[in-house]
């Protein structure tokens, strides 16, 4: 089985501020993990996938990810918040070792992210 | 390419009665799936179909129905609304890629919101 966890249902921080936004995963193998971004009245898009190799993953608008095999983390970060990136965000996995079955993910419960001037 | 669509955007039911909540895609990709959205709850997959012609019952698929109708359009069906059906239901689509590659992620529509009263 693949669970995800975020365990801040929100985070708050200053513009100009880094932020991270949290995610612990769960796979009986290794992991493809991923982040997606929801506005408000919006579905969700794509921001960054874990493959392999590198921990350090680059993604949309300035967004990143550490990857951390030991702690089975995936961290969302970003250097300098902006207010324009308050909104809804999911981390979500798919075990490597499972095939076929439509490639399911599974999502945490979502990090509602806010950013004040 | 208008990506993924939904429709309708809102409606409100009343309990017992039936509606089908259309999805269309214009990639051309191969699989297609149904999530709830849920505050507090995340995404859940209800149904999903891994390639024209198969659907298959995901996490959450009781008081659901499914149909593929072509590559483009996948439909969910409610028989019987019951008021735990009150979600936001969005459709995503994903083409065929290598597992390893960016592109194998899920493209999301803008969501209906379902209100059973």
């Known amino acids: 089985a693949q669970s995800v966890a975020q365990p801040e249902d929100q985070v708050n921080v200053a513009e100009g501020n880094p932020l991270t936004v949290k995610c612990t995963y769960s796979?009986?193998?290794?992991?493809?993990l991923f982040w997606y971004v929801q506005y408000p009245n919006r579905g969700l898009q794509f921001l960054l996938k874990?493959?392999?190799?590198?921990?350090l993953v680059k993604g949309s608008y300035g967004f990143e990810a550490e990857f951390n095999k030991s702690q089975t983390s995936f961290h969302l970060k970003k250097p300098s918040a902006l207010v324009s990136d308050s909104a809804l965000y999911f981390c979500?996995?798919?075990?490597?070792?499972?095939?076929?079955?439509?490639?399911?993910?599974?999502f945490g419960t979502g990090t509602q992210l806010k950013v004040e001037l | 390419n208008a990506g993924v669509t939904q429709t309708p955007k809102f409606q409100v039911l009343k309990t017992g009665q039936s509606m089908t909540l259309q999805c269309a895609q214009d990639?051309?990709?191969?699989?297609m799936y149904w999530y709830r959205q849920d505050p507090g709850m995340g995404l859940r997959l209800i149904y999903y179909?891994?390639?024209?012609?198969?659907?298959d019952k995901g996490e959450v698929p009781n008081g659901y129905n499914v149909s593929r109708l072509n590559k483009r359009e996948f439909s969910l069906r409610l028989e019987s609304a019951a008021p735990s059906q009150t979600s936001v239901y969005f459709c995503?689509?994903?083409?065929?890629?290598?597992?390893?590659?960016?592109?194998?992620?899920?493209?999301f529509g803008p969501g209906t919101r379902l209100t059973v009263l």
């Open positions: 995503a689509s994903k083409p065929l890629a290598d597992p390893s590659s960016s592109t194998d992620t899920q493209y």
């Open positions: 796979v009986s193998g290794n992991p493809y």
């Open positions: 874990y493959i392999t190799g590198d921990n």
């Open positions: 979500a996995v798919r075990d490597r070792g499972l095939t076929g079955g439509g490639n399911k993910l599974t």
């Open positions: 990639m051309n990709h191969n699989s």
């Open positions: 179909s891994a390639s024209e012609g198969t659907t």
